[in-house]
């Protein structure tokens, strides 16, 4: 039992590139999401998922992308890389009213 | 959303019992209280949670008022590995919900 799996765990992009954040979970969990954390802050939500062809977006969903088609896992895409996104991604998991499992987190730098 | 309000930090000496203090003084009926802490380069992890109980499990007490406007976490004994930053954070019980994060209590812990 893995947990919920982040990859990968460092990135360099230049402006411009695209890429795909992994997450992956192995507990089955309904609920996934995508949270960024800048230097000295809170974690900001970007887009979640409640279930396999469902997701929304959160607070800061501008410049990614997300789908579900498994239950299991939950890519975030980078469409157009900005310094901007300079952050550490974490994912997380959870079932309905149960806590929530976090990654360890991808610490993404673009230059 | 509700909001919550923590100090920025706190210190404690390790062996001492910590109080970690919240308020939340626009919290509805239906949101439960869920604690959840950091440690340094690692993604969040679950603490504890309640609705209008005092609540124990083996990482920690929450107390809650009585009015539920603020809420109390405690270590009983601190250690330096409890060292890191604890979020309070309300989440209604809305399938869905998602956790939003403030900027969470920086505990440090000396020995």
């Known amino acids: 039992n893995a947990g919920v799996t982040q990859t990968p765990k460092f990135q360099v992009l230049k402006t411009g590139q695209s890429m795909t954040l992994q997450c992956a979970q192995d507990?089955?969990?309904?609920?996934m999401s995508w949270y960024r954390q800048d230097p000295g802050m809170g974690l900001r939500l970007i887009h979640y998922?409640?279930?396999?062809?469902?997701?929304d977006q959160g607070e800061v969903p501008n410049g990614y992308n997300v789908s579900r088609s498994t239950t299991e896992d939950f890519p975030l895409r980078l469409l157009s890389a900005a310094p901007s996104q300079t952050s550490v991604y974490f994912c997380?998991?959870?079932?309905?009213?149960?806590?929530?499992?976090f990654g360890q987190g991808t610490r993404l730098t673009v230059v | 959303d509700a909001k919550t309000t923590q100090p920025n930090s706190m210190e404690s000496n390790e062996e001492e019992p910590v109080h970690l203090p919240c308020n939340h003084s626009?919290?509805?009926?239906?949101?439960?209280i869920h604690w959840y802490r950091q440690l340094p380069s690692q993604g969040p992890e679950y603490v504890i949670h309640?609705?209008?109980s005092n609540v124990n499990n083996r990482m920690a007490s929450l107390a809650i008022a009585e009015d539920r406007k603020s809420s109390t976490l405690i270590l009983h004994r601190a250690t330096l590995r409890d060292a890191a930053v604890y979020y309070c954070?309300?989440?209604?019980?809305?399938?869905?919900?998602?956790?939003?994060f403030g900027g969470g209590t920086r505990l440090m812990v000396k020995p």
């Open positions: 997380a998991s959870r079932m309905s009213g149960t806590e929530a499992f």
């Open positions: 309640g609705l209008t």
């Open positions: 626009t919290i509805s009926g239906t949101d439960y």
């Open positions: 998922s409640v279930g396999a062809g469902i997701t």
């Open positions: 954070i309300l989440r209604p019980t809305n399938a869905g919900n998602m956790l939003t």
């Open positions: 507990m089955n969990h309904e609920y």
